[in-house]
């Protein structure tokens, strides 16, 4: 048989694909699903019995949480990324480790074909194939639901046809969760001015109570969370755990779709929105101004290429080594109150921070220099405006 590899997240267009390639093509289907923190023991348990029941002759779960924070979710932090100053590339930043991560467990297994569930109509396809493409060009690509152009309401049919309970219900909102957020897609997401409804969130609103905490970070790094110290990964999930009891993180993102058309996607995700804020507020006290300009072009070009599935361009790992060098005295705490739908940055503490010179106070006094010195500084520095207003002054 035809060995093949299925990207398989248990979803609709995957089950659709692990039935239609194992019984209609003749493929033995070696499903794979890859764990960038959305999935819990016990959902994987359910995930290999359904891809049992599909048709796949293997499943296999690749834990790739670490992986994934090492090698995107923390250059990611250190550039303060947010696509369109709104969305922290929750699902285009996984889709680049799980690309990776199945290419490389099919040339393991010896596999001549890799299939995703991708439509001919989003991002995802070109993030997999690219990445497929280059490590992999030996290997074949199989997009069921792009080339036949299906819609939800086909695939559920033909699961049903063929003895597979999928209900509507289920599949009116996709949604995606990992470590760095969760995506949600609906009804509302394909129009310009329908919000999600509050239901189609997987976290509902418990806590209202505010509260005080404090992160800590150590060189850019979420090291400790009120003062337990962890690993960034756990730290992460705590924080997440934590402030979406107050549902905060929810949003819409809107952007440039890599194949040229808009579109719109819900996001939750409290612990990157809190962390790439807290993180950025404690830059503005640790770093130069222009060390600042520079992260703030760099970061947003580094989170345009990922998003578009250009991470194996060594321009991207240029970025990284970039990115971390400004991370050298990004360390300290940063205080943050948690109220329903909302957070608030309210101070830092740091050993590096530049507001602790001795040279003076912002608009109050200094004691580096005279009055004298401020006075030659500011003439000096209003010499070219006074140069150009001199020679253009009796000209339109």
């Known amino acids: 048989m035809k060995k093949l590899v299925l990207a398989y997240s248990g979803g609709l267009d995957t089950s659709y694909c692990a039935k239609h390639l194992s019984q209609d093509e003749g493929f ?5 699903s890859v764990n960038t923190g959305g999935f819990s023991t016990e959902e994987i348990r359910k995930i290999h019995n359904k891809a049992l029941e599909l048709g796949a002759t293997t499943y296999t779960s690749l834990d790739a949480v670490s992986t994934f924070y090492e090698k995107v979710v923390k250059y990611l932090i250190f550039g303060n990324v947010l696509k369109n100053n709104t969305y922290p590339l929750s699902v285009s930043a996984e889709r680049i480790v799980q690309a990776i991560e199945i ?26 194939d690219m990445i497929f493409q280059i490590i992999a060009p030996e290997i074949k690509i199989i997009t069921p639901i792009r080339d036949n152009q299906l819609s939800r309401e086909a695939e559920i049919e033909y699961l049903q046809k063929n003895g597979i309970e999928y209900s509507w219900e289920k ?73 979406s009891k107050y549902a ?26 809190i962390i790439i ?6 830059e503005k006290h640790t770093l130069g101004k222009w060390q600042q300009y520079q992260k703030e072009m760099l970061g947003n070009f580094y989170g345009m290429l990922l998003h578009e599935g250009n991470y194996l361009d060594e321009v991207m790992r240029n970025i ?20 329903p739908h909302r957070f608030q940055l309210e101070g830092i503490s740091s050993k590096h921070d530049l507001m602790n010179a001795s040279f003076g106070s912002y608009g109050e006094m200094n004691k ?27 000209h339109d």
């Open 28 to 32: 033995e289907v070696h499903a794979v």
């Open 103 to 128: 290419v490389n467990y099919a040339k393991k297994i010896g596999a001549q074909y890799i299939a995703h569930g991708s439509t001919g109509a989003g991002n995802d396809q070109v993030r997999f």
């Open 171 to 243: 599949a009116k909102y996709s949604i995606n969760r990992g470590l760095w957020g969760t995506s949600v897609g609906g009804t509302e997401t394909l129009t310009s001015h329908q919000p999600l409804p509050d239901s189609a969130y997987p976290s509902q609103l418990q806590d209202q109570e505010p509260k005080k905490i404090k992160l800590t970070f150590n060189k850019g790094e979420l090291v400790a969370i009120d003062g337990t110290k962890d690993s960034p990964v756990n730290n992460i999930k705590a924080l997440n755990a934590l402030a």
């Open 248 to 273: 905060i993180g929810r949003d819409i993102h809107v952007g440039d779709t890599i194949i040229g058309i808009k579109g719109r996607v819900g996001f939750e995700a409290p612990a990157p929105l």
């Open 277 to 282: 804020k807290a993180h950025h507020l404690l």
């Open 320 to 339: 990284e080594a970039f990115l971390t060098d400004t991370q050298k005295n990004v360390s300290g705490d940063v205080f943050v109150g948690l109220y």
């Open 368 to 394: 580096g220099w005279t009055a004298e010195d401020a006075k030659g500084f500011i003439k000096l520095l209003s010499t070219p405006g006074k140069i150009y207003n001199h020679v253009n002054r009796n």
